[in-house]
């Protein structure tokens, strides 16, 4: 409209009628409030501004003379002040209610807010009937009250942190990768194979098999990814670092804190690798990356979960950015275990797979900071784990980063390059022609090189200091359950 006006302004050159046109351009100008994110708002830089703002009430408080409102529209944990006479108490203007308010805003006689906003109109644009809401006004709701309402616990303030910190997480882990080189692949959701050899597959078909244009969709059987690993190994015969950040999926029949049907999974594969050493260094660097970043810039955020969810978590996290990870064997991970006082449900002999209750003592025995295991039995791993042939006990070059609270945050090895080790290998399982493919990569300028892959949402917990993984994901999806 403004740009309209001014155009006509160039085509008629009366001067009356230009004096005409500039003052309705002004008092347009005047009468348009700008529209603002409440993130700005606050920041002060538009003090003075005729503003409009829309959002969600998170409080509301009636005075005497004035009505108090508090309007959140996502961008920041802080809400915004209104202001405004109390003769315009609205029984609509509930708690939960959504909103557009226009008005000035001010700086605050207030201590609690340096900025509030005059308002001079408040529309309700959508009610909200407080007494059927599953939120209360002031209340803090507990992490597991507020799982139960998936579609609505977004409104509360700990949810809305939750994905500003989630956010924010991925940035910076997409930032990490882009400043040392990686190339992002995007790795497919369906795919023919089974990467960790797990069985825990979904499998998937269209709805209605029974079309002639279904029957036999992919001519052959399709799941749902569990790793985008291979994939990833393909790239890595012609890009020598890449990434790729994506759902996976496991049939997992587990209601534990730490697993889901569906996560997301950072993964890496670096190619002309010379050591284990090459992939701790990634992790560990991007794990202190990634954590820096969501400090400093979702400070307000991650206070709200430190001080109000899990109380003392943060001298945790400062704890375990102080020092470096140490790295310690497979081997001697069972030492240690069995030169422990405590009592373990599952066994602890050589040969064994750690369980959580194992890696949970293990990084307590480490000091309580992130801890990497190496070398693990070759058996426990999967065809693609590389052999090392030069240790007397038949080990693989596999590293898993075990993390204070969660245990195991990332899994990962060195590839076996070898054509007449790998062959050999999958012969044995049976794989042979499954993976031809696979093969032809060791046999086409084939490098030594190796990759991980870290859980998101265990990453979140790690760092967040939270308890379930159902609180870290926006809708978890596990064993009978997929609401909404
Ligand atoms: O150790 P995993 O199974 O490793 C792989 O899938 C490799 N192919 C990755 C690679 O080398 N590119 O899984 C990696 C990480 C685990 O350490 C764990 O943090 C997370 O993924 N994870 C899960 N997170 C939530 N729910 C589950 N069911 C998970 N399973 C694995």
């Known amino acids: 409209m403004f740009r309209g006006a001014a155009r006509m302004f160039s085509v008629v050159t009366t001067t009356s009628v230009c004096r005409g046109i500039l003052s309705s351009i002004r008092h347009y100008c005047k009468k348009t409030p700008t529209k603002l994110r409440i993130s700005k708002a606050l920041s002060g830089a538009e003090l003075g501004a005729n503003v409009r703002v829309q ?29 405004t006479s109390s003769k315009q108490t609205d029984p609509l203007l509930t708690f939960g209610s ?17 900025v509030e906003l005059e308002a001079d109109q408040i529309h309700v644009v959508g009610t909200c009937n407080p007494p059927d809401f599953p939120f209360k006004i002031k209340e803090r709701h507990s ?57 825990e597959l979904f499998q998937i078909e269209p709805s209605s098999p029974e079309k002639e244009e279904n029957e036999n969709f992919f001519s ?42 569906e996560f997301y999974m950072v993964e890496a ?28 810039h979702c400070a307000e955020d991650v206070d709200l979960f430190h001080k109000h969810v899990t109380p003392g978590h943060r001298d945790k996290v400062d704890s375990m950015l102080k020092k470096s990870f140490p790295v310690i ?109 696979y093969l032809d990569l060791r046999r086409f300028g084939s490098v030594p090189h190796g990759g991980f892959g870290l859980g998101f949402e265990r990453y979140l917990q790690c760092v967040l200091g939270v308890d379930n993984i159902k609180d870290v994901t926006p809708f978890p999806r596990f064993s009978r359950s997929c609401h909404l």
């Open 55 to 83: 959002g969600w009430v998170r409080s509301v408080r009636a005075q005497k003379t004035n009505l108090f409102l508090h309007v959140n529209d996502g961008s920041s944990l802080q809400s915004l002040q209104i202001v």
């Open 98 to 114: 959504a909103v557009e308010v226009t008005g000035t805003l001010k700086k605050s006689p207030h201590q609690k807010q340096a």
């Open 143 to 199: 992490l597991e009250y507020i799982r139960q309402f998936p579609h609505l616990r977004c409104r509360t303030n700990a949810f809305s942190s939750l994905l500003r910190i989630r956010s924010e997480a991925t940035t910076a882990i997409h930032s990490y990768f882009k400043e040392n080189d990686f190339v992002q692949i995007h790795t497919p959701v369906i795919t023919s194979n089974d990467c960790e050899g797990a069985g």
């Open 220 to 261: 052959v059987p399709a799941f749902l990814t569990v790793s985008g690993q291979l994939h990833l190994e393909v790239m890595s015969g012609a890009f020598s670092r890449v990434y790729t950040f994506g759902p996976t999926f496991r049939a997992e029949n587990s209601q534990s804190r730490r697993h889901l049907a």
């Open 269 to 296: 594969e670096v190619s002309f690798t010379q050591s284990i050493e090459d992939l701790t260094k990634v992790m560990e660097d991007m794990f202190r990356f990634a954590t820096e970043h969501v400090l400093a």
């Open 329 to 437: 064997t497979y081997s001697e991970a069972i030492d240690i275990l069995n030169r422990s006082s405590q009592k373990f449900v599952f066994p602890t002999h050589w040969g064994c797979d750690l369980q959580t209750e194992h890696e949970k003592y293990l990084v307590k025995h480490c000091g309580n900071i992130p801890v990497f295991v190496t070398d693990y039995p070759y058996d426990l791993k999967p065809f693609y784990a590389r052999d090392n042939r030069d240790q007397p006990e038949h080990t693989a070059a596999a590293v898993d980063l075990l993390v204070p609270g969660v245990g195991e945050l990332c899994g990962g090895s060195l590839r076996e390059e070898r054509l007449d080790l790998l062959r050999a290998r999958l012969e044995e399982a049976g794989l042979e022609d499954t993976y031809s493919w």
